[in-house]
């Protein structure tokens, strides 16, 4: 079983970044593929970006060109820097691990097996 713990969520005005961090912990996450998900208020949890096992990395396009993920094997950590924010971003954050996929498509919540309790994100205009 993995444990994961996400951080660095706040409060920010348009335009200006926040980055996120997710520590795993219970083993080694290397061979496993770690993503972000959001979920609004009302709304379904929803996609942000994922990478691979091998760096390989996905993206909804609605934060494409703006968000980007990136792992540490070595820390057992996910990071999401967030630039450009904007309102609509405002979410509740989750990391997820999964040893299943395997990237190249936009997965749906269901297929990650392992979640943190989330962190959260508000965009003010």
């Avoid at 593929?33 to 909804?60: C, H, K, M």
């Avoid at 990071?79 to 989750?94: F, H, I, R």
Wanted: proline share 2%; hydrophobic share 35%; net charge neutral.
């Amino acid at each position: 079983q993995v444990q994961l713990v996400e951080s660095g969520g706040g409060l920010v005005q348009a335009g200006h970044s926040l980055r996120l961090s997710c520590a795993a912990s219970g083993r080694a996450v290397s061979s496993w593929a770690l993503g972000w998900f959001r979920q609004a208020p009302g709304q379904e949890r929803v996609f942000v970006a994922a990478i691979s096992w091998n760096g390989n990395t996905d993206y909804a396009d609605s934060v494409k060109g703006r968000f980007t993920i990136s792992r540490d094997n070595a820390k057992n950590t996910v990071e999401l820097q967030m630039n450009s924010l904007k309102p609509g971003d405002t979410a509740v954050y989750y990391c997820a691990a999964d040893n299943g996929y395997r990237g190249g498509y936009l997965p749906d919540a269901s297929e990650f097996s392992s979640w943190g309790q989330g962190t959260q994100v508000a965009v003010s205009t």
